[in-house]
């Protein structure tokens, strides 16, 4: 028998999975290494060591799409050292299949968006002579080996549960409707499931992810009703809501925000504008003054609490006057967290075609103007927060101290607090008083 073949039988296989984008993709990721585990493939400890090297993309907008070109080519290069598959998969696969097929051979597989649940039975089919079935384990090894590989591989004391997908608001700079298709809710039974399973995997904090939140239920109280259960489910220390679009259904929700304590004192609700004409332009709702207002609300009934939110700089028909409407918002209403997007148009969306484009140049010009005044802000912000103390969970220990975030920042996308204490443990909630302040992150102590 050729040595080969023998491997194949004797040695299940193993996978990797390179997650690029936000927080949706990580949860699509997880339910990829689930069906993978259960085709009794193993996790690999890094692409290399992987002889299925997935990689979960994103093209949100044009630096997220070079970024998954590139590490596509360099993950290419790697298969090219160690005898391995490459699969493409996700958003730029659902996009850019037939350019991957015609210019990218080096890809074994491609699929996009919707199949991640079946990763592991697509990937048996399309490799069946290097794919044996060497599955031995019966439900429970099965249950045991899903726990602790969630464990082992999102060793961290947070996890993100997905409440829906898809996006029916059309806006029109977005591209994600046309990859992720038509909104749809996951029953509540199966986000209340999934909560308790990172629970008993170690989490202590549940983000609830989607494109859209609010919509979730097409009723705000079908929402609500969601929320106050996954609040209710044991062990649950921090419940941190992503992604709520800005409108009179996120002003209903943060009634809940003062009810609940341990929703985190976080609002994330992208603008993308204050301009009205841009926004109408943009086929968004809202304008300065019900934003201001909105956030004031989300202030209110949840003291302490901070704003994330991102502004697209750019878009066909902006002024110099928008610009400064964004600007003078930033001084105004001081947004903690701010993101700024250069606007790139996205073959496929109605935006493409408007007129008034502008040039590279004028948009980075702009985009570099809201910067300054956003830095110049957030320098008064992280001022104001030097000596004070705040409630905070531990992310990571290394041997230099440990990376703490406060209830006010959300896991891999906010500003962390450096404590040098080795005697701190993973998951460990207590409290931090910050002592200085970097560009981003900030020093402190454990008290
Ligand atoms: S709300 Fe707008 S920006 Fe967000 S996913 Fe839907 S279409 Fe895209």
Not at 1 to 22: Q, Y
Not at 24 to 53: C, I
Not at 81 to 102: H, N, P, T
Request: contains cysteine; hydrophobic residues 35%.
């Amino acid at each position: 028998m050729p040595k080969a073949t023998a491997d194949i039988e004797t040695h299940p296989k193993s996978f990797f999975i390179t997650t690029l984008g936000c927080p949706k993709n990580t949860v699509d990721s997880m339910s990829m290494h689930q069906s993978l585990l259960k085709e009794g493939l193993l996790p690999a400890s890094d692409p290399e060591a992987s002889d299925f090297h997935l990689i979960n993309t994103c093209t949100f907008i044009q630096d997220a799409t070079k970024e998954t070109i590139q590490t596509i080519l360099d993950s290419i290069d790697l298969k090219k050292k160690r005898k391995q598959k490459l699969v493409v998969v996700g958003c730029f696969a659902e996009r850019a299949g037939k350019e991957i097929s015609d210019d990218l051979p080096e890809v074994d597989l491609h699929f996009g968006t919707g199949k991640y649940d079946k990763a592991g039975e697509i990937i048996r089919k399309s490799f069946p002579l290097d794919f044996k079935d060497v599955r031995e384990f019966n439900e429970d090894l099965l249950e045991r080996l899903t726990l602790s590989s969630v464990i082992e591989n999102y060793s961290k004391p947070y996890s993100y549960v997905k409440i829906s997908d898809g996006c029916n608001r059309g806006c029109s700079f977005c591209i994600i409707p046309n990859l992720r298709g038509k909104f749809k809710d996951s029953p509540a039974e199966d986000v209340i499931a999934e909560t308790k399973k990172a629970i008993a995997a170690g989490a202590k904090e549940i983000c609830l992810v989607s494109q859209d939140t609010v919509f979730y239920g097409k009723d705000t109280d079908k929402l609500l009703d969601l929320i106050q259960s996954v609040a209710d489910v044991k062990g649950l220390e921090i419940l941190r809501l992503l992604y709520l679009y800005p409108d009179k259904k996120t002003e209903r929700l943060l009634d809940l925000y003062g009810k609940i304590d341990h929703i985190a004192p976080y609002l994330e609700s992208p603008l993308q504008h204050v301009s009205k004409s841009v926004l109408k332009s943009m086929n968004r709702t809202g304008e300065y003054g019900y934003f201001k207002s909105l956030f004031q609300k989300a202030r209110d009934v949840k003291p302490g609490l901070e704003i994330r939110t991102s502004f697209i700089l750019g878009f066909p028909g902006e002024t110099a006057d928008d610009v400064d409407e964004i600007i003078r918002f930033i001084q105004d209403v001081k947004p903690e967290k701010v993101n700024l997007f250069p606007y790139s148009p996205q073959d496929g969306t109605k935006g493409f075609d408007l007129e008034g484009k502008l040039k590279d140049k004028e948009i980075a010009k702009r985009v570099n103007l809201v910067r300054d005044a956003y830095l110049q802000t957030l320098k008064e912000i992280h001022q104001s927060r030097v000596g004070k103390i705040y409630p905070a969970i531990v992310d990571e220990v290394n041997e230099e101290g440990a990376m703490v975030r406060r209830f006010q920042d959300a896991p891999e996308i906010d500003e962390v607090v450096f404590v040098e204490d080795l005697n701190l443990r993973v998951g460990q909630i207590g409290k931090v008083s910050v002592d200085s302040f970097y560009e981003l992150d900030m020093t402190g102590s454990w008290v």
